[in-house]
């Protein structure tokens, strides 16, 4: 069965300084991966997706993330962080028939 | 319509009593799920339907649980007898094609509040 981890339950980073949240993923197969942001009182968005091709995918708001197939990781990643950058981070792995599979979410404070 | 839309909002029921929650998904959009989001234990899936085949009810905690997709839009999600357990937000989550290489929207969820 797949599965999820992220092992940081939280994160605090100051304004302007970089980010990396840690994704770790149990698959079968050729995974498909996502991360998705929740900000408070919201719904997901879909930061970026990883299906095949480049390692190094490119999302939104500013944000990447590298598969990295011997380390079973996908992790999250953005140069400097904005304060509007605080949410709930989900890292998903495709499943069969369509399902998705999350991580339990990491918390992201900005701090001035 | 533009998003998937959820109703109701929040509902507060009492234990004991049955649910009702209603998912619009985007128009078009063969693929809809339901995941529940409890606080400090992510997303668990619950159910997921595509087209007309039959749904994958792998995800659902127990038979109080059932949902349905009427004429391949709108569903609904029923709890019977609800616990204080089902305290979550329950997501909806549509996609325009099924596999796991597509894009879901998710609504805005809807907080269940058993007391």
């Known amino acids: 069965a797949q599965s999820v981890t992220q092992p940081d339950i939280h994160i605090t980073v100051s304004e302007g300084a970089s980010l990396e949240l840690r994704c770790n993923y149990s698959?079968?197969?050729?995974?498909?991966l996502f991360w998705y942001v929740q900000s408070p009182g919201q719904g997901l968005q879909l930061l970026l997706k990883y299906f095949s091709g480049d390692t190094l995918v490119q999302g939104i708001k500013g944000f990447e993330a590298e598969f990295k197939r011997s380390q079973s990781s996908f992790n999250l990643r953005k140069p400097s962080v904005h304060w509007s950058d605080a949410a709930e981070y989900f890292c998903?792995?495709?499943?069969?028939?369509?399902?998705?599979?999350f991580g339990k979410g990491t918390h992201l404070i900005i701090q001035p | 319509g533009a998003g998937v839309s959820q109703s109701p909002s929040n509902k507060v029921t009492e234990k004991g009593k049955d649910v009702e929650l209603r998912c619009d998904p985007i128009?078009?959009?063969?693929?809809l799920y339901w995941y529940r989001q409890s606080l400090g234990q992510g997303l668990e899936f619950l159910i997921y339907f595509q087209g007309n085949s039959a749904p994958d009810k792998s995800g659902l905690p127990s038979d109080r649980f059932s949902a349905e997709r009427t004429g391949g839009s709108v569903s609904t999600l029923t709890i019977q007898r609800t616990q204080q357990e089902d305290s979550a937000v329950y997501l909806c989550?549509?996609?325009?094609?099924?596999?796991?290489?597509?894009?879901?929207?998710f609504g805005q969820g809807t907080r269940l509040t058993v007391v």
């Open positions: 698959y079968g197969a050729t995974p498909y």
């Open positions: 989550a549509s996609s325009s094609q099924t596999g796991v290489n597509t894009e879901a929207f």
């Open positions: 128009s078009g959009h063969t693929a």
């Open positions: 998903a792995v495709g499943a069969r028939g369509g399902g998705l599979t």
